[in-house]
T-cell receptor
């Protein structure tokens, strides 16, 4: 079974400061990892993904994420937060091994990011 | 390239009524997924289609739920005899599966918010 934990329900950061949203995962095999953002009353927007290769993945709107296999983590980061980054962030995982259930994404509960002006 | 669209965006119904939601995926995307998101939770997988074939169903998908994708394009999700516990956001996603199975990105629609009174 695969699972995702987002240990922080809410993260507050001042505008211009760096931000980190934490994610840890559990899968049987190798992980495919994703970050999505959700604005109020909207669907999920894709930010970035890790499949293989470089552990530092760059995505949309200046976001990046670092894959750490030994710590089973995939934390989302941004060097300088904007007020417009305030939203709900979801980490998701898929097991890279094929078989039944391999294409569904398993999501964490989400982390609400508030960027304070 | 238009994104995933869902209709209706909001639905209020009385307990015991049937409801049907529609999802139009990104054109030429061969995989289509349905997820359910309740308040304070991440999306939970319900079912997915490869072209017109429904390949997997979650145990969350009770006998009252049925999904179709008759021509491999749009999909419908029907809930019969709705219950108050069915109140949630129903999200549709689509992806283009290729040789690198499992690596493709799922793109989400805006969702249909269901309220069962």
């Amino acid at each position: 079974a695969q699972s995702v934990a987002q240990p922080e329900d809410q993260v507050n950061v001042a505008e211009g400061n760096p931000l980190t949203v934490k994610c840890t995962y559990s899968v049987s095999g190798n992980p495919y990892l994703f970050w999505y953002v959700q604005y109020p009353n909207r669907g999920l927007q894709f930010l970035l993904k890790y499949i293989t290769g470089d552990n530092l993945v760059k995505g949309s709107y200046g976001f990046e994420a670092e894959f750490n296999k030994s710590q089973t983590s995939f934390h989302l980061k941004k060097p300088s937060a904007l007020v417009s980054d305030s939203a709900l962030y979801f980490c998701a995982v898929r097991d890279a091994y094929s078989g039944a259930g391999s294409y569904q994404l398993t999501f964490g509960k989400g982390t609400k990011l508030s960027v304070i002006p | 390239d238009t994104g995933v669209s869902q209709d209706p965006r909001h639905k209020i119904t009385k307990r015991g009524q049937n409801v049907t939601f529609r999802c139009d995926p990104i054109s030429e995307h061969n995989r289509l997924y349905w997820y359910r998101q309740t308040l304070g939770q991440g999306p939970e997988f319900l079912t997915y289609f490869q072209n017109e074939a429904q390949l997997e169903k979650s145990r969350l998908l009770s006998d009252r739920f049925s999904a179709e994708r008759p021509k491999g394009s749009f999909s419908t999700l029907e809930i019969q005899r709705t219950e108050q516990g069915d109140s949630a956001m129903y999200l549709c996603a689509s992806s283009l599966a290729g040789w690198d199975r499992g690596q493709e990105t799922q793109y989400f629609g805006p969702g249909t918010r269901l309220l069962v009174l």
